[in-house]
């Protein structure tokens, strides 16, 4: 039987999700564009989805809601608006991002801004440094600002409040990567001021191919796709009614978990207990990132691998050996293990960044959802695997 702890690099569809498309991927002339009732009545599922996606992030209007295939087309949006105004402006401009970014928003601002790229730090527990942030913007020049409000890897959340006027006040976009967020906290646009925010369906059990850019209301969006008058000329392409149907119920339940107690008390009582056995059964393990500002399903640790050269890749093939599919807190890299970015750029060495493991749970009621004796099960293949690879050092 294999257990899935790595839920922050996909979920399955729920079954709610599932049934909500169905009658959508054989329904006859369902194209919103069109003006027969089968189109109309596809341009309601559309806009009904639109409707649940601005509630789950506190969206003032349902029609700043723009429907894109995945989290990295919002991000390239996002960056390819940035580079559209500064273009207009007629002077050099920048981009700044934080140290935490997903590749996504590093090749984005890489694309667009070349070598005008600022990277601003984060702390030992992967906090975004606002302080490097704000001096960033005071000097000047800065298009677009980009920052990821849980972070993938380690789930340490950003405070962000506020950084929307600071933002405004310099002149700059601000582009939020939430695509992490969802069903695992509070989502409020308004309160964080952000002109932008990618969401991405699969990562909170609604189906693969289909994300979200909000674009707040007086943003200018330059369409990165064109060909059609589609999301109101944001993003040309026959819209994909299936998908927005499912990404809208997953955003509904998504809403209902992140603002259930009980239900980030379940999630957290699991990944509390997988995280202390394997502390206390590795030893010289310990937790990457900050254990009071994270979210609830999230964590990553990083193990004592001698200074062998040995990285994560060693315990992944045990563990996946064994059924338990988990993930390095790092990138591949040709055959081996990258040290992750995020976790050097934490302060952590090129060993320990190599050797760290990301388990993440999904919330019960899921179709990838573990119960406590899976956790207690693969905290004892951390263990063994941990053993294992201790063995061949010594």
């Not at 596809?42 to 700043?64: H, K, S, T, W």
């Not at 369409?223 to 499912?246: D, K, M, W, Y």
């Not at 790092?330 to 040290?339: D, F, I, K, Q, V």
Request: charge should be negative; hydrophobic fraction near 45%; aromatic fraction near 2%.
């Amino acid at each position: 039987m294999k257990l899935h702890f790595d839920c922050n690099a996909t979920t399955a569809a729920s079954m709610e999700v599932v049934e909500a498309m169905l009658p959508w991927l054989s329904r006859p002339g369902a194209n919103p564009s069109a003006t027969h009732p089968a189109g109309r009545e596809a341009a309601r599922a559309v806009q009904r989805a639109r409707d649940q996606v601005a509630a789950l992030i506190g969206a003032r209007r349902a029609a700043d809601i723009v429907f894109t295939s995945c989290g990295s087309e919002s991000t390239a949006t996002a960056f390819h608006a940035a580079r559209h105004r500064a273009d207009a402006a007629g002077r050099p401009q920048r981009a700044v991002i934080s140290a935490a970014e997903h590749s996504a928003t590093k090749k984005a601002a890489a694309a667009r801004f070349g070598d005008a790229v600022t990277t601003v730090p984060v702390d030992a527990g992967g906090a975004l440094d606002r302080d490097a942030l704000s001096a960033e913007l005071a000097a000047g020049d800065v298009a677009i600002v980009s920052v990821i409000l849980l972070n993938n890897e380690t789930g340490v959340i950003s405070d962000l409040d506020g950084l929307g006027e600071e933002c405004r006040a310099a002149g700059a976009l601000l582009y939020v990567d939430a695509v992490q967020a969802p069903a695992k906290m509070s989502i409020d646009v308004e309160r964080i001021g952000c002109d932008l925010l990618g969401l991405s369906g699969h990562k909170f059990h609604g189906p693969r191919g289909v994300g979200v850019l909000h674009v707040s209301g007086d943003t200018d969006l330059p369409a990165l796709i064109v060909g059609g008058p589609q999301e109101g000329e944001r993003r040309a392409g026959t819209e994909n009614v299936p998908g927005i149907v499912g990404f809208g119920v997953a955003a509904e339940r998504a809403a209902e978990r992140a603002t259930c107690a009980q239900a980030r008390a379940e999630i957290s009582a699991r990944r509390d207990r997988l995280e202390s056995l394997i502390l206390d059964g590795c030893p010289g393990s310990s937790i990457n990132g900050d254990t009071t500002r994270r979210a609830p399903n999230t964590t990553n640790i990083g193990f004592d691998l001698g200074g062998t050269g040995l990285d994560a890749t060693a315990l992944l093939a045990l563990l996946h050996d064994q059924g338990i599919e988990v993930s390095a807190g790092s990138a591949c890299n040709s055959s081996r293990m990258a040290p992750s970015a995020v976790l050097l750029a934490m302060g952590r060495s090129e060993a320990r960044a190599a050797s760290a493991l990301r388990l993440s749970l999904a919330h019960q009621g899921t179709p990838d959802a573990t119960s406590m004796a899976d956790a207690e099960r693969c905290a004892a293949a951390v263990i063994e695997a941990h053993a294992q690879v201790q063995a061949l050092i010594r």
